[in-house]
């Protein structure tokens, strides 16, 4: 079974940073696509940025230039540098990956989606 376990998410005065971590765990044959999410009180979840498997990354307007994504492979790991934090930026964040990984009711592969437990940022100002 895939899981996706978040770390990193905590209190932030404005124009600080935070790191946010997302390890991916299980019968994994291949992790496409990995981004990341957020979702602040009272508006609809958006995507934050997302990278291929390849490396191309693309991000929110609201974040370019300040926000980084990036992803180890090796480890199985998606990671979201934020910098220069704003207050808008306090949100529940959560890690999404594209994954080919082993079913074991099905008895073969299946590619899904899975997600984090998600993390809250708070930028206070």
């Known amino acids: 079974q895939v899981q996706l376990v978040e770390s990193g998410g905590g209190l932030v005065q404005a124009g600080g940073s935070l790191r946010l971590s997302c390890a991916v765990s299980?019968?994994?044959?291949?992790?496409?696509?990995m981004g990341w999410y957020r979702q602040a009180p009272g508006k609809q979840r958006e995507l934050v940025a997302a990278?291929?498997?390849?490396?191309?990354?693309n991000y929110a307007d609201s974040v370019k230039g300040r926000f980084t994504i990036s992803r180890d492979n090796a480890k199985n790991t998606v990671y979201l540098q934020m910098n220069s934090l704003k207050p808008e930026d306090t949100a529940v964040y959560s890690c999404?990956?594209?994954?080919?990984?082993?079913?074991?009711?099905?008895?073969?592969?299946?590619?899904?989606?899975?997600w984090g437990q998600g993390s809250q940022v708070t930028v206070s100002s």
């Open positions: 990278i291929t498997s390849g490396g191309s990354t």
């Open positions: 999404n990956a594209d994954v080919c990984g082993w079913d074991p009711n099905r008895g073969r592969s299946e590619r899904a989606e899975y």
């Open positions: 299980g019968s994994i044959f291949s992790i496409n696509a």
